[in-house]
């Protein structure tokens, strides 16, 4: 069964799928690749749940909630949902970020994770729409946002700027 699990102390597994996730694939950053156990324990997760918050955001920042898509006991993926946009979201990021393990991907779990996501972020982002971007050399992931309702309001030469009604 796939569900949505909010960041927590699930420490092992929350440490070995975030520790894993490539330090920038497809636009989806990871700043604690590579990171150790016992900082991940004491930093990231703190971090993940601070900026949930609202609390200790660097200048620039949104609040922004970590999702774990979890496929019974393992995390196959990871949803960022960002609260609200700022100039620097508005044109780029957007309000949602999304990775899925490499082993997972072209099952459905992009699908089925962006819908569930988009159910709770409708509860927290206040704008009309929600934002999202994508690599032009990413059709698949293109495709999971089209299936949720996605709409391509524009394009530059790398990128689609997708939005879903909310």
């Not at 100039?87 to 780029?92: A, D, H, I, N």
Request: charged share 35%.
């Amino acid at each position: 069964m796939l569900y949505l699990k909010e960041v927590n102390y699930d420490v092992e597994k929350e440490y070995s799928f975030v520790r894993d996730i490539p330090v920038d694939e497809n636009g989806f950053t990871n700043k604690w690749n590579g990171i150790s156990r016992e900082d991940f324990e004491k930093e990231a997760i703190k971090e993940m749940i601070d900026f949930q918050k609202g609390e200790n955001l660097p200048e620039g920042f949104v609040p922004e909630t970590f999702l774990f898509l979890w496929n019974d006991d393992e995390i196959v993926g990871q949803f960022r949902i960002r609260h609200y946009l700022c100039e620097s979201l508005r044109v780029g990021a957007g309000h949602i970020g999304y990775f899925i393990k490499k082993e997972f991907r072209g099952k459905g779990y992009g699908k089925e994770g962006l819908k569930q996501t988009l159910q709770v972020a409708r509860n927290i982002i206040s704008e009309d729409e929600i934002y999202l971007r994508v690599n032009k050399d990413n059709p698949a992931s293109l495709k999971v946002m089209l299936s949720n309702g996605g709409y391509i309001k524009d394009e530059d030469e790398s990128k689609y700027y997708v939005r879903i009604k909310k």
